[in-house]
């Protein structure tokens, strides 16, 4: 079990069910059975998607260190049985989201597996900046979500959502690429670390980060925040983050620093995650 569950890439596809999750409870502040088969089928269009993305790319994972143990590069799993569980967990999830009488949130679930798998993909080999284009995909679970709990993807509240999940994937990418970037280069794929120096970077990062930071305390002004505890909340949190990052990145070397950058990017998002959860609770 442990190794279907790496093919599927289970410590993503769990914070993107979350986010699929947030987009639902955000229009539908209840925990009903169809909020369950929602986030089941998100969970399990990202397990499908993550394997066939790992079924593309054996052949560049067995080139570096942080990829060779994969189940497919490792041979603890066959390439005909990772096929096998790749199409069993996308369709599973495609048919769990058509059951919420929502076909459209499947059809947005298809189309991000698409994104993903036939877009970005082959986009990492040809250029360092996939990751714009493919940060989409981070975007994509909170609509999908909210589209299964019967809200028009095109409502600029749940937009701005999907908005900030996208801007918020660059320094995610980039800082994990200050520590890895040197086992993609030795694979064969252009990063950023080839065409900027570490200042750059750092300036290029920054330039993300404050975005990310600044967006959050925009939150308040929009429909989305209901509660103005939340967005002291909100405000609150965005300015330790940039307080923080900016020490980070401008007073200590990124590079040497980059996992606790890393970190604190992730648990941010963590935090603004449960607390618009918590928006629809109080």
């Keep these: 079990m442990n190794k279907y569950l790496k093919l599927g890439k ?13 987009g639902y409870f955000l229009f539908k502040p209840l925990l009903d059975l169809d909020a369950g088969i929602s986030v089941a089928g998100i969970f399990l269009l990202s397990m499908g998607s993550s394997a066939l993305n790992q079924i593309q790319e054996r052949h560049t994972d067995a080139l570096m260190k942080r990829t060779v143990s994969r ?8 390439l005909g049985k990772a096929i096998l569980f790749s199409v069993a967990s996308a369709l599973s ?5 058509v059951l919420t009488g929502y076909p459209l949130a499947a059809g947005i679930g298809v189309f ?6 036939l877009v970005y993909t082959p986009l990492k080999k040809l250029t360092a900046f996939a990751v714009l284009p ?4 981070g975007a994509l679970p909170p609509l999908i979500g909210w589209t299964a709990a019967g809200g028009d993807p095109l409502d600029m509240r749940i937009i701005t959502v999907g908005f900030l999940l996208f801007v918020g994937q660059m320094p995610h990418y980039w800082l994990l690429l200050l520590k890895i970037g040197n086992q993609f280069h030795e694979a064969g794929l252009p990063v950023i670390t080839s065409l900027f120096d570490p200042k750059q970077i750092r300036n290029l990062s920054f330039v993300w980060i404050a975005a990310t930071g600044v967006i959050v305390m925009m939150l308040p002004a929009t429909p989305i925040i209901r ?28 590079i040497n620093h980059w996992k606790k950058a890393f970190i604190t990017v992730n648990l941010f998002y963590l935090v603004i995650i449960l607390v618009l959860i918590a928006d629809r609770v109080i």
């Design 93 to 97: 999830g495609t048919l769990l989201l």
């Design 112 to 117: 991000t597996l698409l994104w993903y798998n």
């Design 134 to 137: 493919g940060a989409l995909i």
């Design 227 to 254: 509660n103005r505890v939340v967005s002291v909340v909100l405000i609150a949190a965005a300015v330790l983050f940039l307080v923080r990052m900016f020490r980070l990145t401008y007073r200590g070397e990124l």
């Design 71 to 78: 189940p497919i590069p490792a041979g603890t799993i066959s």
């Design 10 to 22: 289970f410590t993503i596809s769990i914070p993107v069910a979350l986010t699929g999750f947030l």
